[in-house]
Structure formats: C-alpha cells, structure tokens
C-alpha cells in the first residue's frame, strides 16, 4: 500500500494474540487490510475485535451470541454483507440467510453496536 509502517503498539499485538479468530486468516487479512487504510502516521493503528479478549464476552443467551457473533463479522468487513470476504462468508452461511438473521434480530448499520 505504498505505507512506511515502523511499529505495532504492544497492546494491539497482545489483542491480535488474544483474539480467537473464527473468520480464520479472512478475518485477520481483513482487520490488518483495515488498519494500513485508515494509519496516517509510521505506527499501525490495530482495532482488533474484543469479543475473546475476556471470557464474559462469551456469555449470553444464543440470540445475544449470534448478534455479537454477527455484529463482529459485520465490523471486520466494513459492514459488507455478501461477495469475497463479506460477513456471510466469514460467517460460513448464505448472504440471503445473513440478511434475514438481521433483520430478524433488529441489526442495522447505524445502530450503536459497542
């Protein structure tokens, strides 16, 4: 990307070491994709997705897992839904299905997600 990257803040690679990764290396290429974009200066801004940064993050009821499960996958995609390295494909299901399980759950982009 044509960047000069001369470091990574040590609590972003603790963050990258501590994050489980369900999207696999889709999701880890997205998130590292994301942060070479949006870094002006000479250090690599990382926003790392925090659920697996602390057990709690797990609990819940299955609705309120699979919206923060869904949520997630929304956020390291830029909030792309369907096509190569969209939410539905991290997420292992058809992007109709995807839209559906939003809806169905209330999610939308402009809703306050932290």
């Not at 609590?11 to 942060?35: C, F, H, M, S």
């Not at 190569?84 to 109709?96: C, H, R, S, V, Y």
């Amino acid at each position: 990307m044509g960047k000069r990257i001369e470091s990574i803040p040590q609590k972003d690679i603790e963050a990258l070491q501590t994050y489980t990764w369900p999207g696999n290396v889709r999701e880890l290429r997205n998130v590292t994709e994301r942060a070479m974009i949006i870094t002006t200066g000479p250090v690599l801004d990382m926003d790392v997705p925090r659920i697996g940064q602390s057990g709690g993050d797990q609990c819940g009821t299955l609705k309120e897992i699979e919206e923060r499960r869904i949520i997630e996958a929304l956020n390291t995609t830029g909030w792309w839904v369907s096509g190569k390295d969209g939410a539905a494909e991290i997420l292992g299901t058809n992007p109709k299905t995807l839209e559906s399980r939003m809806k169905k759950l209330g999610i939308q982009r402009n809703k306050n997600n932290s």
